[in-house]
């Protein structure tokens, strides 16, 4: 409605006030009966004014009565107001900065300009107290620099943990003043048809910015360029814009269902959300402890919910489908069936929460509560850098990347990194390169950092022997690799052998 338009609705009362108590009860000596048509004209105009004196003649009581009525502020908090104030702390603004070279793009290298700095904007939600925060991987591929605004206003520097190019998703981590807020994660597949649904993104750099809509459509391909494909989105009319990208979309209970990726160019409000469902197993899949860390449990879980009504909050939680032979978890005495309630000093609802509550500990035992046969118990899991009672070593992992790669590699701290990326929580620095080898053929060199393979880091012996036994290897061999040298991120790809 414009200011107008309110002007125009609001001219009539304003009139009808006008009106005095003389008018319509004149003290002219004794009244003449009027005509019938005219009292009840009389009536009409005196209604408002009659109501309005009846309420101040109601003395205290009806005072109080009016006093105990909402007030104007809690009649307009509504349940999307709600919701935002329950969630937007969990909502944090993401800054960046890139260099773009002007030239790269020029077949015959005839640009002179120098390289850019460009800067780039985005969106996360905490998904740890501790500051691990999920986002697009757009937003931060190739960023020089991140930085990460709460909604109090404090900036805190982050860096990249993971990433997953093919889901379009990573993973940062901030070191915040204080434990973060979390949301409750939802899921997808009970969205409805023209549910609502609820914004919150960095959009344009106008942080925390709120939008509302509805959902359009379900399990939405979407294919953007040649490189660029999405399976099964959620599709939205809810406005979204260039800075949103990685921002949760809620339903009206304040969960999670979706992570805002992309817009169709050209179109009004038909926006896609990747599902939480998949965000779940992506960022518990980039978080896992086993492929990062080389810790292992031995659990192989799953995850469930269930809603007992539409209008009830989601109830996850994660049951054991499987405990490895000879793993910390069956010489703890779990078993398949048991349900996971809580992983030291974290509440376990989902996968990701028990790779969260896993990851960035020291190897020790780790007390662990579950449910069986719907009886609390507890235990302890000591874990560990091996598979107990399984024959695989650092020395054949050794072997087996040196036979497979032709480089002797040795882990360094983040230390050695630092100057060339902060963000970089350490590597493999590259002892010996046989003649011949894949790596030799990929110009690797002694001295050179190992930094990453494919979408991995590799700070460890364990992160290379994931790649090289990744199911899905024939699709990216050669391996893309990232490796320091000279005080700068190169790449180069590697044809491993089988």
Known sequence: MTAQDGSRLGGKPLR????????LTSSAGPARRPARPRVRAAALRAAPIFFFAAALAGGYDSAARADDRPTGTSLRRDETVAVVERVKASVVNIHSERTVNPGADDPFRVTTMQPQRVNGMGTGIVLDPRGYIVTNYHVVDEV???????????????RVVATDKESDLAVIKIDPPRPLPTVPLGTATDLMLAERVIAIGNAYGYEHTVTVGHVSAMKRDVTLNKEISYKSLIQTQTPINPGNSGGPL????????????AIRAGAQNIAFAIPVDTMIAKAADM???????????????ADKYERETEDAVLHRWVAIQRVEVGSPAAEAGLHAGDVIERVGDVQVATSLDLERALFDRSIKSIPVKIRRAGEAEATDVTLSLQPVGVTTSVTTTADTVWRRTGMRLLPVG?????????????GLAVQDVSPGSAAARAGLQKGDVLIGLHLWESINL????????????ATFNPVKTYFVRDGRIQNALLVTAE
């Open 462 to 473: 364990d992160n290379v022997l994931f790649v090289l036994n990744h199911k899905d290897l």
């Open 16 to 23: 009808f006030r006008g009106v005095t108590m003389r008018q």
């Open 287 to 301: 978080l896992s402890v086993r492929r990062r860390l080389g810790v292992h449990h031995g659990l192989v879980v």
């Open 144 to 158: 020089q620099s991140l930085r990460v605004r709460l909604v109090d206003g404090t900036n805190c520097p982050a």
């Open 250 to 261: 809620f339903n009206r209970l304040g969960e999670v269902v979706g992570v805002n990726v």
């Open 414 to 426: 983040a230390d050695s990194v630092a100057r060339v990326d902060r963000q970089l929580r350490g």
